[in-house]
């Protein structure tokens, strides 16, 4: 007798060069520097032997750009699902205005449509960032769900890591406050949930999966970062994560980022950045074992594909939301 697996998603936000320039305080981001055209392909390689499909959460600015849309276009046409990644990828959804976050939501969408011939009907806010206007104009859209809480306690402790490793002004850090989360994030569920959104509408909530009980991010740049200390270390990690979801009968959504998986070697713009003196070799080592072990356990599917089946289950609970 065949037990049947709990699901998993994966998901890409697919941050590029000029993001991660933008967030580290760097000048020459404003010229929307690209990597794209070596990382996608390389990726989309990657994750063909592994016969995996994955949803990317492409930012508006990128699918605006001439330059971009050849690699972005491959995405779908190699049989990939695209999400929304707000327009300008900026870490702090919260402090717009409604007429603000509307057009980050819809220039984005419009873009994405346009170049991969793929309507998104997920939404991933930057930096785990979101606020009740963004989930009720997704929810007005037709989205089928957001996926931009990260349930840890761990956000704070992260935010002053990076603003001690960044070059940022002041006032850089203060629209940054609560850049990778509150404390009050670390009190959300870990399962999918609905969001209560006005009075009528509802919108299914997949959040980035931490682990189970203990509320610790498990996403692969966390494993990579251990894998750095020992391998042991990073398996005893995942596995322990892996226990606790089954325990918990908890499907997680697993995030990557690109620099989980290229290394300075390829982009040496960025070499600079942590971790990325790690090679692309290595980590594509790391990403294979990782998914294999994800595998043995769950069946890996899409955000939308995962969306739709929590949706056909209906049995999520409600939740209200509290900012
Ligand atoms: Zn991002």
């Given at each position: 007798m065949s037990e049947s697996k709990l699901l998993a998603s994966i998901s890409l936000d697919l941050d590029n060069q000029w993001s991660y320039m933008k967030i580290h305080g760097d000048a020459g981001w404003q010229a929307f520097p690209s990597y794209f055209d070596i990382f996608i392909p390389y990726v989309?390689?990657?994750?063909?032997?592994?016969?995996?499909?994955?949803?990317?959460?492409?930012?508006?600015?990128?699918?605006?750009?001439?330059?971009?849309?050849?690699?972005?276009?491959?995405?779908?046409?190699?049989?990939?699902?695209?999400?929304?990644?707000?327009?300008?990828?900026?870490?702090?959804?919260?402090?717009?205005?409604?007429?603000?976050?509307?057009?980050?939501?819809?220039?984005?969408?419009?873009?994405?449509?346009?170049?991969?011939?793929?309507?998104?009907?997920?939404?991933?806010?930057?930096?785990?960032?979101?606020?009740?206007?963004?989930?009720?104009?997704?929810?007005?859209?037709?989205?089928?769900?957001?996926?931009?809480?990260?349930?840890?306690?761990?956000?704070?402790?992260?935010?002053?890591?990076?603003?001690?490793?960044?070059?940022?002004?002041?006032?850089?850090?203060?629209?940054?406050?609560?850049?990778?989360?509150?404390?009050?994030?670390?009190?959300?569920?870990?399962?999918?949930?609905?969001?209560?959104?006005?009075?009528?509408?509802?919108?299914?909530?997949?959040?980035v999966s931490t682990i189970p009980v203990i509320k610790l991010p498990f996403h692969l740049s966390y494993l990579l970062y251990l894998s750095g200390y020992s391998l042991n270390l990073m398996r005893l990690y995942l596995n322990s994560a892996i226990w606790f979801c089954k325990l918990t009968k908890t499907e997680p959504s697993f995030l990557l980022h690109p620099l989980d998986l290229i290394g300075g070697d390829q982009i040496p713009q960025l070499a600079f950045f942590p971790g990325m003196n790690i090679s692309s070799a290595q980590k594509i080592i790391i990403f294979q074992e990782v998914i294999k072990t994800l595998s043995r356990h769950f069946q890996i599917i899409t955000m939308s594909e995962y969306a739709r089946k929590l949706f056909m289950r209906n049995n999520l609970r409600v939740v209200n939301i509290t900012q």
């Open positions: 989309l390689d990657i994750l063909k032997t592994l016969g995996l499909r994955v949803t990317f959460f492409i930012v508006g600015q990128d699918a605006a750009l001439e330059k971009n849309r050849e690699p972005l276009s491959m995405i779908t046409s190699r049989g990939h699902e695209v999400g929304n990644h707000s327009f300008s990828h900026e870490s702090w959804m919260h402090l717009l205005s409604n007429e603000k976050v509307e057009e980050e939501v819809i220039r984005a969408e419009q873009l994405i449509q346009q170049v991969t011939g793929q309507k998104p009907v997920g939404f991933r806010g930057p930096g785990f960032s979101w606020s009740a206007d963004l989930l009720s104009i997704l929810s007005d859209r037709g989205y089928l769900y957001d996926a931009s809480t990260l349930p840890t306690f761990i956000g704070p402790v992260a935010r002053m890591y990076y603003f001690w490793t960044s070059n940022l002004t002041r006032d850089e850090k203060k629209n940054r406050k609560e850049l990778f989360g509150s404390f009050k994030d670390g009190l959300r569920p870990i399962k999918p949930y609905y969001w209560q959104v006005g009075s009528q509408n509802k919108i299914i909530e997949i959040p």
